[in-house]
């Protein structure tokens, strides 16, 4: 089974099937005020997906990578074959032993914050993308105020900050507004917004963000390309080395995620933790943060697709990646219902959410209806932050809200 | 696989050889016998102040086909050590260079910021520069940036023979740094020599353990087999030890459900 | 003439080049360095080098070491 055909089709429409046939640009090519930094990470992440035959790995590279003291790239790959699975319970219980010596039994707390939903991209697969007839609508200060007292009532410390991906709406320095406010009353500040140049995260820092997250979707540039057709987001190395040039600005950590399932999984998967390894290895001082949203599998198909994403496959993934980088923090999406979660951080999930909410303006009863935006996505864990606090108890496991001191 | 050329590089020189013999503490006599045994490609000398009238010179006891490292021991500074080195490479006519920078005569413990700076200097002159130091993986990225052809941990305090004391440090180096890693110093024995080898270091360095044996050219060939077991257990991959602890009973993964109705 | 010969005070016949000072104390130019006033002198010019009075020379060769 080739990766290069596979695609899921709950993403497809008529419209979409039309416009991917119309002429779009260059993806490969920055475009004008977009930061080209000197760095090969993308050909070395690319070229070790490009030569990562996951056919070849057997019962036996999977049994020495779990004996491994410490895993190699190679070791790695063998966890994310399909020859790993008949081993997921030693897989899950490796990652526990990992996750246990690295975090003992705190799991980090926290709540994004979606403050605008304007996006200038066509990602086919997003409910933000700028063709959806969605309502938009973009907070202003007193409001991204408003929510977060609202949600820092709930105990939380932690917020990332979220936009749709509009530099012409939500500004660097927009984004940097709410991140000063943010530091009124959280200690911790992620930020998920659009790639940026190094200058702009090193302003975004001194607002005071100490993370960025970017999820590069998929690193198959070719099935990228089919899959964000318009937009700044279409400009694929631009987004693979947002996370150097998030370090470059001076950002303490820096999130990955592939979403699972929109391309051949496994090569996504491993691309993902070639390029948190090889940042790592770059900038020895940052801290790794791992994403793991997949697209569910269409349900009713008759045909077993290899390339479906189930839970033992979401499993799989998040072992891999506790197993290759023990130290790295490993966040479980609200996509997932709180069986899985609950699950997962039992095992290798070291960060969850809690009073998930994807629209704008969600939080706070203050804003009015008519300023608030639509969803990006339905939420599978609608428990609020007291609910998965205990949850968190019940299973042996300690809620810390800050795991830092701010510096 | 053990027919496949296993080679390794200093510098875009190419060897086979992954042992490094020290010349110290010999009678001259013994020598050759002793590097020819070792099978050795690289032999390390000091410099010193040249005895007067024809006496016997190390030199014409080492092999013509060997590689001559020297070395800068006694320097106490990056400055010395940047002087010695090009004394050296005077009389040697090679680019190569092992940094030793101590400070301290009693344990004779590397210092590792003096050897960063003589790294940066003497690689920036195109020297092959080897870095002997204590194996702190800040300090080796730092070797690294400025330039070294390899990083060489002290395996134990120099002429100790206690072995591989500094062992979990030199695995972070192993694994963190995309250099050859040379396990210098403290190595008493060829069971040591072995157990870094089966760790992954590019090769190991040794003198004192052979020098003061009670048969030196048999314990220079123990050295080299040891070395080349070593390296054999590394390149085939280790064997699982099991581990005493019990397989846990109730299953990680019994939360898994096949369909994917529930939202 | 005096110099410093590899730390000691030494009394040469004026005037002498290092050629001439490495031959008279039985060197073999092939095993050894030479730096006076701390400046390495080429092989190819201990003949041309001129000691002169006060010169710190240092004659140095290998031997065994780790």
Partial sequence: ??????????????????????????????????????????????????????????????????????????????????????????????????????????????????????????????????????????????????????????????????????????????????????????????????????????????????????????????????????????????????????????????????????????????????????????????????????????????????????????????????????????????????????????????????GSKTGVGSHSDEIADGDKGDEQFIISDDRDVEEVYHALQNLGLQPVMSDYIYV | MNQMKDTWKLGGHEFTSRFILGSGKYSLELIRACVENAGAQIVTMALRRANEGGLANILDYIPKNVTMLPNTSGARNAEEAIRIAHLSREISGSDFIKIEIMRDTKYLLPDNQETIRAVDALAKEGFVVMPYMYPDLNCARDMRDAGAACIMPLGAPIGTNKGLATKEFIKILIREIDLPIIVDAGIGRPSQACEAMEMGAAAVMANTAIATAGNIQVMAEAFKKAIEAGRLAYRSGLGRVREDRADASSPLTGFLRDDEGEA | MNIRLNGKPCELEAPMTVAGLVEANGYRPELIAVEVNLAIIPKNAYSTTELSEGDVVEIVSFMGGG
């Avoid at chain 1, 020495?64 to 070791?75: F, K, M, N, S, V």
């Avoid at chain 1, 997003?126 to 009532?153: P, S, V």
């Avoid at chain 1, 993902?272 to 569910?296: N, V």
Wanted: aromatic share 10%.
């Fill in chain 1, 1 to 354: 089974m080739s990766g290069k055909n596979h695609i899921n089709e709950s993403i497809l429409s008529e419209t979409i099937l039309e416009d991917q046939k119309e002429n779009r640009i260059d993806h490969m090519k920055y475009l004008p005020g977009m930061e080209q930094i000197k760095s090969d990470v993308m050909d070395q992440v690319v070229d070790a997906m490009n030569r990562y035959d996951y056919t070849k790995y057997t019962a036996a590279d999977v049994r020495r990578a779990l004996a491994a003291e410490d895993r190699t790239p190679e070791d790695f790959a063998a966890l994310l074959s399909p020859a790993a699975l008949p081993y997921l319970e030693e897989m899950a219980q490796a990652a526990k032993i990992e996750t246990r010596k690295h975090f003992g039994n705190s799991v980090c707390m926290f709540t994004p914050l979606y403050i605008a939903n304007y996006c200038e991209n066509y990602c086919i697969y997003c409910g933000f993308n700028c063709h959806n007839k969605i309502h938009r609508a973009q907070l202003n200060t007193e409001e991204i105020e408003e929510e977060m007292a609202a949600i820092a009532k709930s105990g939380l410390q932690e917020i990332l900050i979220l936009t749709g991906e509009s530099r012409n709406r939500s500004t660097v320095q927009y984004i940097g507004e709410a991140c000063k406010i943010a530091r009124k009353y959280f200690r911790v500040i992620g930020i998920e917004v659009y790639p940026m140049n190094s200058d702009e995260y090193a302003y975004l820092h001194e607002c005071g963000a100490d993370y960025v997250t970017v999820f590069q979707e998929t690193y198959n540039s070719d099935k990228y390309e089919t899959l964000h057709l318009a937009g700044h987001k279409r400009i694929f190395p631009y987004r693979i080395n947002a996370q150097e040039r998030a370090l470059m600005g001076g950002m303490r950590g820096v999130g990955f995620a592939a979403l699972l399932g929109l391309d051949d999984f496994r090569k996504d998967a491993f691309a993902t933790g070639m390029h948190a390894y090889l940042l790592q290895r770059k900038y020895p001082r940052a801290e790794i943060a791992f994403s793991c949203p997949r697209l569910r599998p269409i349900i009713n198909n008759d045909r077993i697709n290899p390339m479906d994403v189930h839970e033992r496959q979401l499993l799989q993934v998040v072992c891999a990646y506790r197993l290759f980088m023990p130290f790295s923090s490993i966040t479980v999406s609200t996509r997932e219902c709180p069986r899985v979660r609950d699950n997962l951080v039992n095992i290798a999930v070291t960060k969850i959410s809690a």
